[in-house]
């Protein structure tokens, strides 16, 4: 036991190194891009407007990437969420592989076991996702009479809550008391304020802990184990 925790910090220690070295280069290649190019056609964009825009944009933005990083760390682990969030896609990608993969393999959130599943899980979706989209990029102008087809924009549109919907049902089974007044909660808010469908990522927070809160609650009253 302690030879594999020893073994997990020295790996784990490595991966924030790299970790920390990919995204720092991700970002600086990110932000210089448009402004080689710009560099390069002798053109560049007004610097009031790009600064307003990206001020707009911001306040959206940044108060989601500081939600998810909080609330999707604990599950994807130290290598996963270095991947996840370098290669994006996290919420309908990379957090529905991880927890396929952790349920197939019966890991806990926290364990060695979980951060090498998800680790893997993160990576293989990323592998893939990398192929489909190039294959995509190929097939996109002989499939375009397919995809432009009306009998199947509809089930396009519907794929991520499909998605989330057949993951999340297996949840809350598991747990009933705890999950159904946060569902029926944000399933009747979404109806009623359809804007906030847009901010997902924000609305994770006042419902994971209106489910901790009853968790606990249940847990201190004896009914739940």
Known sequence: MKDKQMF???????????????LVLSVVFLVALPFVFGAF?????????FLSGFAKVGVIYIPVAIVEFLVYTPMLGVGGSYLSFITGNVTNMKIPCVMNSKEIAGTTDGTPEHEIISTISVATSAIVTTLVIALGVILMVPLQPVLQNPALLPAFNNVVPALFGALGLKYFMKSPQIAVV???????LYIFVPSLISQTSLMLLPSG?????????????GKLN
């Open 209 to 221: 802990a209106l489910a901790l809160g009853i968790g606990f609650l249940l847990f201190k009253k």
């Open 182 to 188: 946060p569902l029926v909660l944000m399933t009747a």
């Open 41 to 49: 056609f002798g053109v560049s964009p007004d610097m009031g407007g």
């Open 8 to 22: 997990m910090e020295e790996f784990n220690n490595k991966l924030h190194r790299l970790g920390r070295i990919t």
